[in-house]
């Protein structure tokens, strides 16, 4: 390893491998064997920063300025592009896959999920992947939740298993999404409903032409 800056309560097995300017903060774990899997190597870019309890399995790939907060656990066969930063005390279980500049906020939950570039998750959001837990056969019957890039979902929502959320959507906090929801949809409600049209959205205090602005809404 070089360049890294690595507390000395933090344990980073060989399998793991940085790039440089890593910061690896007190007790956090990086590279720990997956009991179920074979031995596979855990990349991760430049700019790393892994906060203090976090756990990395290895088979974890991930891009430059990669950063996970306090007591984050990351297991086996997870991707992230660049610039990814997921909040404390998040769990992204295994077979997920990032986009760049993705932000994941605490107490979020993810397994089999794949995120386009540009999204925004709240806190307390929960991505759920069996129909009928604890099913042993699920990832057979039911495809991964895929979301496209260029969305934003609101605190507490629940994302139910199998679903597409189209690019440029808001999901307002606290919905429950039970089906595919179609690009530039703002969703609201348990179980959610389209409210508006993305294209539709204004900024109240005008300090942009229209929210999201720097996602280049047509």
């Known amino acids: ?49 892994i906060g203090s309890r976090c756990t990395v399995y290895e088979a974890v790939t991930a891009g430059n300025n990669f950063d996970l907060s306090d007591q984050t656990t990351v297991f086996y066969d997870n991707v ?45 959001v929960v991505f759920t ?18 979301i496209d890039s260029f969305v934003s979902i609101g605190a507490n929502t629940t994302i139910t298993p199998g679903v597409h959320i189209g690019h440029h959507c808001q999901i307002y906090a606290g919905a429950t999404i039970i089906g595919d929801v179609e690009p530039y949809s703002v969703m609201a409600g348990n179980p959610a409903r389209q409210i508006k049209d993305f294209r539709d959205l204004k900024c109240g205090p005008q ?6 602005e720097d996602w280049d809404v047509k």
């Open 207 to 212: 300090l942009f032409n229209h929210p999201y």
């Open 80 to 124: 992230f592009g660049n610039d990814c930063r997921i909040g404390p005390k998040s769990v992204i279980k295994n077979g997920c896959r990032f986009g760049n500049n993705v932000r994941i906020h605490a107490h979020t939950f993810l397994e089999r999920v794949h995120l386009g570039s540009d999204v925004f998750i709240g806190p307390g």
């Open 129 to 146: 992947d069996d129909m009928h837990p604890p099913c042993p056969r699920n990832a057979e019957c039911t495809p991964q939740i895929t």
């Open 1 to 49: 390893m070089t360049d890294i800056a690595a507390d000395p309560t933090a344990i980073v097995y060989p399998n793991a491998k940085f790039g440089g300017n890593a910061i690896i903060e007190p007790f956090a774990i990086v590279g720990i064997r997956d009991r179920f899997h074979p031995d596979a190597d855990t990349v991760i870019g430049t700019n790393a920063f």
